[in-house]
């Protein structure tokens, strides 16, 4: 499974853009980039999935360049409930296999 | 819709006792994931299962085992208990048609004395 590299912290106030990259040099041609989103003793919450160039839904949209080695998961206009773990996976694992946490990154939302 | 639903949600142990932890896909749901997470820290793939057999194994201790059972429910059982296994601990699910994609449980919270 292709390794991640994301910042470990980041603050924002309320009301901006928050963009955050994920570095993934070795990923593979069947691998798929998702984010999860976990708040303090929570199971981790399903936010995005792409392959390539953008996806956007009612959360979050995310940009992937042509070469995939990197993603940004941008969150328009964050909120104080925004304030969570951001985790991107990288991998098309068969059926079972696992999916690694990496380091996530911290994201504060101040008013 | 129906989530994945993880029993119970606390959980109180002394040293050297067992624990079993019980997660229950979302139905349909064929392939299931356990996750454990220390207080900070990101959380760690034990072991998953697809179609009650065991698919992949990460670092989950000799004293721990796990079943998926006809009915696509999953239990992790906990021995010899250790102050180090105190944790959160997530069941995740998934289906063939979404495998990349993990819907998670609550939670149960470990604590041993």
């Known amino acids: 499974l292709a390794k991640t590299t994301q910042p470990i912290s980041m603050d924002s106030y309320e009301g901006q853009e928050v963009n955050i990259t994920c570095s993934h040099n070795?990923?593979?041609?069947?691998?798929?980039i998702t984010w999860y989103q976990q708040f303090p003793s929570q199971g981790p919450r399903f936010i995005i999935q792409?392959?390539?160039t953008k996806v956007t839904n009612e959360v979050a949209s995310l940009f992937i360049p042509a070469d995939r080695k990197s993603s940004t998961l941008s969150l328009p206009r964050v909120s104080l409930s925004d304030t969570a773990v951001y985790y991107c996976l990288v991998g098309d694992p068969p059926r079972g296999q696992n999916f690694v946490f990496g380091p996530g990154t911290r994201l504060s939302v101040l008013p | 819709a129906a989530g994945v639903i993880q029993s119970p949600r606390h959980l109180i142990k002394e040293k050297r006792e067992t624990a079993t932890l019980k997660c229950y896909p979302i139905p349909r749901h064929d392939t299931v994931y356990w996750y454990q997470q220390g207080p900070g820290q990101d959380p760690q793939f034990l072991i998953s299962?697809?179609?009650?057999?065991?698919?992949d194994k990460g670092s989950i201790p000799d004293r721990f085992s796990a079943q998926q059972f006809s009915d696509y429910h999953s239990e992790l059982n906990m021995s010899s208990l250790e102050l180090g296994d105190s944790a959160l601990y997530f069941c995740?699910?998934?289906?063939?048609?979404?495998?990349?994609?993990?819907?998670f449980g609550s939670g149960t919270q470990l604590s041993v004395l």
């Open positions: 995740a699910s998934t289906s063939g048609q979404g495998a990349r994609k993990l819907f």
């Open positions: 792409g392959y390539k």
């Open positions: 070795n990923i593979a041609t069947n691998d798929y």
């Open positions: 299962f697809y179609e009650k057999m065991q698919s």
